[in-house]
């Protein structure tokens, strides 16, 4: 069965540093999305991205975050300078329609900012 | 803000059924009810959606009220590896909408053997 897939699992970094976070969506889909929880917290809506531009992003998602799709599989979260704040699970998600039907979601990647 | 309010944690015996009850009073005519659920810190995983009739898959049920404003979803058979925090969400479902999910607290809900 297809599959989101993300890269690292955990990533540990210095505050101020930049850091990617790398996802690989299941194939055909369209629709791509970023969601971060927070340790104990609930999920939150970061950004969603189709036909290589952003269609919507929350107030959580400001100018120190970006996102890009530098080829056909990959999806990719930028935090230019962590915060000691932006320390969560960071989860990308993909589906086929913006509309009806299930989001798929990878296994995520810990982010812990020092 | 989450449209939908949930107990915030339920047990059940291992291999009886889960019945978890979401309010959504305030829904839509073209608002979709979906469940997903989270496992221990996983990615979320979605289970099942509906609008007003019983929807049935493999994994569970979904009842909703003739009034939309409530629905519950039920696993027939509950086992440990269904212990999780399960999230109702209402959702617009149609080309115009945005797709992003909008997760309250959920329902932690533990099956004991």
């Known amino acids: 069965e297809p599959e989101v897939t993300q890269t690292p699992s955990h990533q540990v970094t210095q505050m101020g540093q930049e850091v990617i976070l790398r996802c690989v969506p299941i194939?055909?889909?369209?629709?791509f999305y970023w969601y971060r929880q927070i340790l104990g917290q609930k999920v939150e809506f970061l950004v969603s991205?189709?036909?290589?531009?952003?269609?919507?992003k929350s107030e959580i998602f400001d100018d120190q975050f970006s996102v890009e799709r530098p080829d056909g599989s990959n999806f990719t979260l930028k935090i230019r300078s962590t915060k000691l704040e932006d320390s969560a699970m960071y989860f990308c998600?993909?589906?086929?329609?913006?509309?009806?039907?299930?989001?798929?979601f990878g296994p995520g990647t810990r982010l812990t900012v020092l | 803000d989450a449209k939908t309010t949930q107990p915030t944690s339920m047990d059940c015996a291992e291999g009886r059924a889960a019945n978890l009850p979401c309010n959504h009073s305030?829904?839509?005519?073209?608002?979709?009810v979906y469940w997903y659920r989270q496992i221990h810190s996983q990615g979320p995983q979605y289970i099942i959606h509906?609008?007003?009739n019983n929807e049935t898959n493999e994994m569970a049920s979904l009842i909703i009220t003739e009034d939309r404003k409530s629905s519950t979803l039920i696993l027939p058979h509950a086992t440990l590896r269904d212990t999780a925090v399960y999230y109702c969400?209402?959702?617009?479902?149609?080309?115009?909408?945005?797709?992003?999910?909008?997760f309250g607290k959920g329902t932690k809900l533990s099956v004991k053997p």
């Open positions: 998600a993909s589906s086929l329609s913006r509309g009806l039907g299930e989001q798929f």
């Open positions: 194939s055909n889909h369209l629709y």
């Open positions: 991205f189709y036909n290589n531009e952003i269609s919507e």
């Open positions: 305030t829904i839509s005519g073209n608002e979709y």
């Open positions: 509906g609008l007003k």
């Open positions: 969400i209402v959702r617009v479902d149609y080309g115009g909408s945005q797709g992003n999910l909008i």
